[in-house]
C-alpha cells in the first residue's frame, strides 16, 4: 500500500542548512511520524481472535464491494502513533492560544472532576425524575445564575450550542409576532459586526436578511439602523461586545428604536465573558440572548463540542419559552415540563434536555468564583486585551480607537508595502510557539488580526507573546519577506499551498492492490 502524497510533502523538509540531516528522518526526540496507513504489515493484528463462523449475508442488497484496506498493525504501534500525533497537537494546555472571538481559555480541573462525579457522569435522559432530583436542581440552580447574571425572566438550558440558541431566540421572536397576528415581519437586520452564525440563523428560520453597516469607529451605524426599522422587520441581531472587540455605546437607543418599530432586540451573548457581572443584558433593553456557556463559563472549547447553548429571555418573551423547563413544586421537588401545552411557545428544540456535563462544568464555574469573582474575570479578560493593544499599538496599527473589550483588533496597514501579509505574520508565529489569532475576521476591516487572550494568561504570558509580536512586526517592516514566506520551518509540517489544498484536497490513501472484488454470490 502506498500513499498518495499530492500536494501534501509526507517527510520533515530540512531547508536549514546548518542543521544536519539525520538517517531516520526524526530531529532530536521529534519523530516524524507517517500516516497508519504508510505503517502497514499485511495481516498483523494486535489481539488474537477466534475465526468467525460462517454465517449468511444479513445486509440483503447492501453488499461489500471488496477489502476495507485497514491496515495490519501491533497493539504497540497503534499506541505510539496517537501517542506522536497527540504530543504535535496544540491546545489550550500547551500555552498561550489567543483565537480572537473563541475565548481560549483555561477551565479549572475542579469543573472537570465535578462534572465526572457519578451522579451527573451516568444520569440518563429516560430515568424517573424521582432518581435524578440531584440533577434537576442543579439545572434549576443553574437557570437562576444565568437569570440573575442577565436579569432576564425564563431561561431555557436545552440548545445543544450557540448557534442552536440562536436558532431559538429568532423562533421565539417569530411566536411572539405569530401569537400578535403579525404575520407581515418577513425581515432581520444584522449589523456586519455580528458573527457570521447570525445571517445564516435568521435565513434559516426563513427571514430575509438585511445588513447594518458599521460606523468609522467600528459601531452600528445608528441612522442607517433606524432608516431600516419598520413593520416588515421582525427583529435585530447583534453581537454586544461586537466582533470588533467594542461596547455598542448607543446599545439603549438601539433597543428602544427596535421596540419602537414593533421589532424585537436579539443579543448574540457569545462575548459575554466580557461584561458578565458588570452589566445585565436586560437593563439594556434585550429580549433574548443566548449564552455560550463554554467562552464565558467552564467547558473545553475546541475539537466539536459537546456545546450548551442556554437562553435567556425578558419578561417580553418569557411566554415563548420553549420546553423542556425545570420547575420545583409546592413540596420542594423538581421537575421538567415536558409539553408545551396550549401555550404560544412553540414546542420543543431538542430530543431531551440538554448536556448535563456543561451544566455541571458552568455552575461548578459560577459557584466557585461568586458575584465577586465573575464580576473579576470579565474585568481581567477586558485588562488584558488592553494591555495588548497597549503594548503592540507603536508597531501594529489598531483597527480603532480607544480602548477595547475583551479582545483586541488590528489590521494590515502596518505591513503595508512590506510585501509581507496577515497570512504571512500568523505562520511565523507558529515558529515562535503560539497559535495564531484569528485572521482576516471580521470582515469590516482589511487583513484583521483579532487577538483575545483571555482573562487566564498572567501578565509574564503576555509579555511573551507581546515580546515576540513585536519581533514579527519589526523584520516584516525591515523587508525580510523571505522569512515569511517560507514560515513555518520548525513545525512538524511545512507551509502547505493554502489555495491547493482547499481546492484540490487529497483526503485518502491509493491502495497498491486493487480491493478484491466479492463475488456477487
Known amino acids: 500500500m502506498s500513499m498518495n502524497n499530492q500536494g501534501r510533502p509526507t517527510g520533515i523538509q530540512n531547508t536549514d542548512s546548518a542543521v544536519p540531516e539525520t538517517v531516520t528522518g526524526n530531529r532530536g526526540l521529534q519523530i516524524e511520524e507517517p500516516l497508519i496507513f504508510e505503517q502497514d504489515s499485511a495481516g498483523r493484528c494486535g489481539v488474537d481472535l477466534p475465526e468467525v463462523p460462517a454465517v449468511g449475508p444479513r445486509l440483503g442488497a447492501v453488499k461489500p464491494r471488496g477489502r476495507i484496506g485497514l491496515p495490519g498493525l501491533a497493539e504497540p504501534q497503534v499506541v505510539r502513533h496517537y501517542t506522536r500525533l497527540s504530543q504535535k497537537n496544540y491546545a489550550i494546555d500547551s500555552g498561550l492560544y489567543p483565537l480572537g472571538s473563541c475565548t481560549m481559555k483555561h477551565n479549572p480541573r475542579l469543573n472537570e472532576k ?99 453597516p458599521a460606523t468609522e469607529d467600528g459601531r452600528v451605524d445608528l441612522e442607517a439602523l433606524k432608516a431600516k426599522l419598520g413593520p416588515d422587520v421582525a427583529g435585530l441581531m447583534l453581537t454586544n461586545p461586537n466582533t470588533c472587540g467594542l461596547f455598542e455605546r448607543d446599545i439603549i437607543t438601539i433597543a428602544e428604536a427596535v421596540h419602537a418599530a414593533g421589532a424585537y432586540f436579539y443579543c448574540d451573548g457569545a462575548n459575554f465573558n466580557a461584561i458578565v457581572g458588570r452589566v445585565r443584558p436586560a437593563d439594556l433593553g434585550i429580549d433574548v440572548m443566548h449564552i455560550n456557556l463554554h467562552k464565558t463559563f467552564s467547558t473545553p472549547h475546541g475539537g466539536g463540542g459537546p456545546g450548551s447553548g442556554p437562553v435567556v429571555f425578558a419578561e417580553s418573551l418569557a411566554p415563548f419559552v420553549p420546553v423542556p423547563y425545570v420547575v420545583q413544586d409546592k413540596d420542594g421537588a423538581f421537575r421538567l415540563v415536558e409539553q408545551a401545552g396550549d401555550g404560544p411557545a412553540f414546542g420543543r428544540m431538542k430530543a431531551f434536555h440538554g448536556q448535563m456535563g456543561m451544566f455541571v462544568r458552568a455552575l461548578a464555574y459560577m459557584m466557585s468564583h461568586g458575584a465577586d469573582g465573575l464580576r473579576q474575570v470579565a474585568n481581567d479578560a477586558v485588562l488584558n486585551a488592553n494591555y495588548l493593544l497597549a503594548r503592540l499599538q507603536d508597531v501594529m496599527t489598531p483597527s480603532f480607537e480607544g480602548p477595547c473589550m475583551h479582545e483586541c483588533l488590528f489590521d494590515d496597514r502596518f505591513l503595508k508595502g512590506t510585501g509581507v501579509t496577515t497570512l504571512d505574520i500568523a505562520k511565523a508565529l507558529i515558529d515562535e510557539g503560539f497559535h495564531p489569532m484569528t485572521m482576516y475576521f471580521p470582515l469590516v476591516v482589511h487583513g484583521a488580526l483579532l487577538i483575545e487572550p483571555t482573562e487566564t494568561e498572567s501578565k509574564a504570558s503576555l509579555d511573551q507573546f507581546v515580546t515576540a509580536l ?52
Not at 135 to 162: D, H, Q
Not at 482 to 495: K, M, N, S, V, W
Not at 500 to 518: D, F, N, Q, S
Open 114 to 212: 465535578m462534572a465526572r462525579l457519578p451522579g451527573f457522569a451516568d444520569v440518563h435522559p429516560l430515568q424517573p425524575e424521582s432518581t435524578v432530583q440531584g440533577a434537576l436542581e442543579l439545572m434549576a440552580e443553574l437557570g437562576r445564575w444565568l437569570a440573575t447574571l442577565t436579569g432576564m425572566a425564563a431561561v431555557t438550558l436545552a440548545p445543544a450550542a450557540g448557534a442552536h440558541g440562536e436558532m431559538c431566540g429568532i423562533m421565539a421572536i417569530r411566536s411572539a409576532h405569530d401569537a400578535k397576528g403579525d404575520k407581515g415581519r418577513t425581515k432581520i437586520l444584522v449589523p456586519e459586526s455580528a458573527h457570521g452564525t447570525n445571517p445564516a440563523t435568521a435565513a434559516a428560520c426563513g427571514y430575509a436578511v438585511e445588513a447594518i
Open 470 to 521: 513585536r519581533a514579527l512586526a519589526e523584520r516584516a517592516k525591515s523587508g525580510d519577506v523571505a522569512y515569511f514566506q517560507g514560515a513555518p520551518r520548525l513545525t512538524p509540517r511545512r507551509r502547505l499551498d493554502e489555495t491547493a489544498a482547499a481546492r484540490k484536497p487529497v483526503l485518502r490513501w491509493t491502495p497498491a492492490v486493487e480491493p478484491e472484488t466479492v463475488a456477487a454470490e
